[in-house]
């Protein structure tokens, strides 16, 4: 059995839902004992993804590498990092470690594939558009993305901050760009911001209104991750 | 501001829930940078707890030493273990470790007192009780517990596995059992496992059936551990 070391914190209640879902996609567990072991650094100090990617704050890199360390040290033989932005800064931490990280957004693409989509309505946080963090995978797996209008983003985004700060009346807001991705193309909406999965589960809530048309980054590796440790199913993992 | 080591997995769905509940505790939490900074050894292959008290499984002393040893080589400044009944070994978790280890039965005990209850009604497993675990801090602070009888700790503690083994339908047992501590004199009940405080804060759902005469160990120990952290509170260390 594998220990599974959490880069998290980004956000707290992030952390949180995406070892809640863990613990969820772990079926069949009768006891305890049949859980994962997980260690987590759930350090909220990292700095703000989205702001170093406009350039408007510190660059995350040496904490996110000192966290994975932590996590090496501490025995993880495997890494995950909830937090869709932070991707764009996971060549610092395999850099740092010697241990694998899963590819997020490879093993979100790879299984949206698997589901038959091929034009996925992308709803995340400046940073993570900004900075192509899903744009490889897409291209490399024959996929496209389409993105909220300018305006949609803006409105997007400002949700998130809003829930980073304890804020929930956010839903009719995101269930416009949702509905707008799809009119223009999108065949599903990929909730790729896990603000807005610990949101969404936190009140059974839906973008789209059809549980059909939609996908959750964190609920999609939560369960490649279980599969990955408790089967040995293939996961991607991260390049420098 | 200090790193806080967190002793998980036991079980898995509390230990998430703990960390909820010192998230949502976070008052005035606008960024992700206001949270603390937690380290979690979630490992829900530790021994059961109410097993070895009973003499029926493997003690878990020395699984819950290597945890905090490593949680403290992790950079934890402060250790806290959201599992109740795993308190009756805090001696080898203290002995093991150069960082202190928050006393979780005094630290909720010393909050009821505080809120003027002398008679505690404790919910808990069968573990907790047998051990004695609260009853040191009960007795130094002069008051008392009021415990199920042994038909209702019976229905207790198989409700407890059954949410460990995901079940939800245990809310009538529970109650009655609640109901019968109070009859008996208790002026509260306590919730006192971890497993419990999950499943009740997943559906909202109380014991008594009045907030009132409510109090839930995870959640004042989650209280106490923020308000140490952010504005230097006393919080009782466990010794030896």
């Given at each position: 059995?594998?220990?599974?070391?959490?880069?998290?914190?980004?956000?707290?209640?992030?952390?949180?839902?995406?070892?809640?879902?863990?613990?969820?996609?772990?079926?069949?567990?009768?006891?305890?004992?049949?859980?994962?072991?997980?260690?987590?650094?759930?350090?909220?100090?990292?700095?703000?993804?989205?702001?170093?990617?406009?350039?408007?704050?510190?660059?995350?890199?040496?904490?996110?590498?000192?966290?994975?360390?932590?996590?090496?040290?501490?025995?993880?033989?495997?890494?995950?990092?909830?937090?869709?932005?932070?991707?764009?800064?996971?060549?610092?931490?395999?850099?740092?470690?010697?241990?694998?990280?899963v590819d997020?957004?490879r093993a979100?693409?790879e299984?949206?594939?698997?589901?038959?989509?091929?034009?996925?309505?992308?709803?995340?946080?400046?940073?993570?558009?900004?900075?192509?963090?899903?744009?490889?995978a897409?291209?490399?797996?024959?996929?496209?993305?389409?993105?909220?209008?300018?305006?949609?983003?803006?409105?997007?985004?400002?949700?998130?901050?809003?829930?980073?700060?304890?804020?929930?009346?956010?839903?009719?807001?995101?269930?416009?760009?949702?509905?707008?991705?799809?009119?223009?193309?999108?065949?599903?909406?990929?909730?790729?911001?896990?603000?807005?999965?610990?949101?969404?589960?936190?009140?059974?809530?839906?973008?789209?209104?059809?549980?059909?048309?939609?996908?959750?980054?964190?609920?999609?590796?939560?369960?490649?991750?279980?599969?990955?440790?408790?089967?040995?199913?293939r996961v991607p993992f991260a390049?420098?």
């Open positions: 059995v594998k220990t599974v070391g959490v880069i998290g914190g980004m956000g707290p209640r992030a952390t949180v839902d995406f070892m809640q879902r863990v613990i969820a996609a772990t079926g069949g567990a009768e006891r305890d004992q049949d859980h994962l072991h997980m260690v987590v650094d759930h350090d909220p100090t990292i700095p703000d993804r989205s702001a170093a990617v406009a350039g408007l704050g510190d660059d995350p890199s040496a904490r996110l590498a000192t966290a994975a360390r932590r996590l090496e040290s501490a025995g993880a033989e495997l890494l995950v990092m909830p937090c869709n932005t932070a991707h764009r800064f996971s060549g610092a931490v395999v850099a740092s470690v010697g241990v694998p990280l997020w957004p979100v693409v299984r949206l594939v698997q589901r038959g989509v091929s034009h996925i309505g992308l709803v995340a946080t400046n940073g993570t558009i900004a900075s192509g963090v899903y744009d490889r897409v291209q490399s797996l024959g996929t496209q993305l389409v993105l909220p209008a300018p305006a949609e983003q803006a409105s997007v985004m400002s949700a998130i901050y809003e829930l980073k700060g304890g804020g929930c009346g956010v839903g009719s807001r995101l269930r416009t760009v949702a509905a707008s991705l799809l009119l223009r193309g999108a065949e599903c909406v990929l909730v790729a911001c896990t603000d807005l999965s610990a949101w969404a589960a936190a009140g059974a809530r839906s973008l789209s209104g059809d549980p059909e048309l939609e996908h959750d980054a964190s609920q999609i590796v939560a369960e490649a991750l279980v599969a990955h440790v408790r089967e040995g199913a390049g420098i």
